[in-house]
C-alpha cells in the first residue's frame, strides 16, 4: 500500500493563481481531511470528507474548496492564492471502528510558497 | 470552543534524560487522545492513543503517555531519550465526531 500520497511536494505560486493540491489514499478509509501546519499554531483543520460526496469545513476553510468524488480522492482548490495561504499542507485519512475515530494516516505534505 | 495546549513549545534535553510533555485538553465528555510526531524532513506518524481501558498508555520507541481525566491531562513521557527523539510531538484530541484538535506542537531536541 502506498498509503496517504500527495502532489506536488513543493510549489511556489504568484498571488492571484489558482492550483489544486492533489491527495489519494489507497487503504478505503471513509475519512480524509486537509490541515495547514504553520509554526506555533499546530496543525489546523482547513476541511473534511466523511465520504464520497460529502464534505464539509474545517477551523479555517476560506480561500479553500474541496471535492470528494471517489473514496480515494480529496483535491484541495486553492481559487486565488494569497500570501497568508504561505504554509506546509497536510492531507490524512482515518477510518472508524465501532464508535471510535481512529487515528489519522498522513501523507509527506505539500510545501507551499505564494509570493 | 474545544482546544488542546502544549506546555512547552521548545524542550532541549541531553541523551538518556528523562522526558515529559505535558497535554491539557478542555473538553468535558469522553474523549479519545493521540501523540503523534513528526521528525524532521517526515510527516506525521502515530506515536500512541487512548481510547478506553487502562489510562497508561505504551506507545512504539519506548514511549508512553497517562490519562488523567480529573486534570484533563494526558501527558507524554519516555524514561531515557536519544538523540533520534530529535523531532516535534502534536497532542491531539476528538471529542466525538470526526474532527480532531491538534496542539500547537512541542520541539524536542537531544543533544548527543
Known amino acids: 500500500n502506498a498509503g496517504v500520497t500527495q502532489t506536488p511536494k513543493f510549489q511556489v505560486l504568484k498571488t492571484g493563481q489558482s492550483m489544486t493540491l492533489q491527495c489519494a489514499q489507497d487503504m478505503n478509509h471513509e475519512y480524509m481531511s486537509w490541515y495547514r501546519q504553520d509554526p506555533g499554531m499546530g496543525l489546523r483543520l482547513i476541511h473534511y470528507?466523511?465520504?464520497?460526496?460529502?464534505?464539509d469545513q474545517g477551523e479555517v476553510p476560506n480561500g479553500y474548496n474541496v471535492s470528494r468524488s471517489t473514496t480515494e480522492d480529496f483535491p484541495l482548490r486553492l481559487l486565488s492564492a494569497a500570501p497568508s495561504q504561505t504554509s506546509v499542507y497536510f492531507c490524512?485519512?482515518?477510518?472508524?471502528?465501532?464508535?471510535?475515530?481512529?487515528?489519522?494516516?498522513f501523507g509527506p505534505g505539500t510545501r507551499l510558497t505564494v509570493l | 470552543a474545544q482546544s488542546v495546549s502544549q506546555h512547552n513549545h521548545h524542550v532541549i534535553l541531553s541523551e538518556a534524560a528523562s522526558l515529559e510533555l505535558g497535554c491539557n485538553y478542555s473538553y468535558g465528555g469522553t474523549v479519545n487522545l493521540f501523540w503523534y510526531v513528526q521528525y524532521p524532513g517526515q510527516h506525521l506518524q502515530l506515536l500512541l492513543k487512548y481510547f478506553s481501558g487502562d489510562p497508561l498508555v505504551k506507545g512504539i520507541k519506548g514511549f508512553e503517555a497517562e490519562f488523567i481525566k480529573s486534570k484533563f491531562s494526558f501527558n507524554l513521557r519516555k524514561p531515557s531519550v536519544q538523540w533520534s527523539d530529535t523531532a516535534e510531538y502534536f497532542c491531539a484530541v476528538n471529542a466525538g465526531g470526526f474532527k480532531t484538535i491538534f496542539g500547537a506542537g512541542t520541539r524536542l531536541f537531544v543533544k548527543a
Open positions: 470528507s466523511v465520504g464520497a460526496g460529502i464534505t
Open positions: 490524512a485519512s482515518s477510518y472508524r471502528t465501532g464508535g471510535d475515530y481512529n487515528e489519522q494516516f
